[in-house]
Nanobody
Framework: QVQLVESGGGLVQTGDSLTLSCTSSGKYYFTIATMAWYRKAPGKQRELVAAIAGDGTANYTESVKGRFLIYRDNTKKTTWLQMNSLKPEDTAVYYC?????????WGPGTQVTVSS
């Protein structure tokens, strides 16, 4: 069984930075897993924020391009989401997601609140 543990959420002000981390444990090879961060804001659907493949290829949703950075360390089985220039509209619960083939896993989520 794969487990994902997130940390780093909190309350910040507009323009601040915050870095989320997600550490993975359990079976299946982390190096070939695609890791991602999703978020769900109140009243909105959950959306993909950023994803990074095992080879380091990353993609981002348009609204965070240039502000967020996703990166990983396969030796530590950890993925980070560095969030800069935060805006109130970034307020949401952020979820770590791992995909190994047809197997998907979710973290419990961490709250990020950006005050104006």
């Amino acid at each position: 069984q794969v487990q994902l543990v997130e940390s780093g959420g909190g309350l910040v002000q507009t323009g601040d930075s915050l870095t989320l981390s997600c550490t993975s444990s359990g079976k299946y090879y982390f190096t070939i897993a695609t890791m991602a961060w999703y978020r769900k804001a109140p009243g909105k659907q959950r959306e993909l924020v950023a994803a990074i493949a095992g080879d380091g290829t990353a993609n981002y949703t348009e609204s965070v391009k240039g502000r967020f950075l996703i990166y990983r360390d396969n030796t530590k089985k950890t993925t980070w989401l560095q969030m800069n220039s935060l805006k109130p509209e970034d307020t949401a619960v952020y979820y770590c997601h791992r995909k190994n083939g047809f197997n998907f896993y979710w973290g419990p989520g961490t709250q990020v609140t950006v005050s104006s």
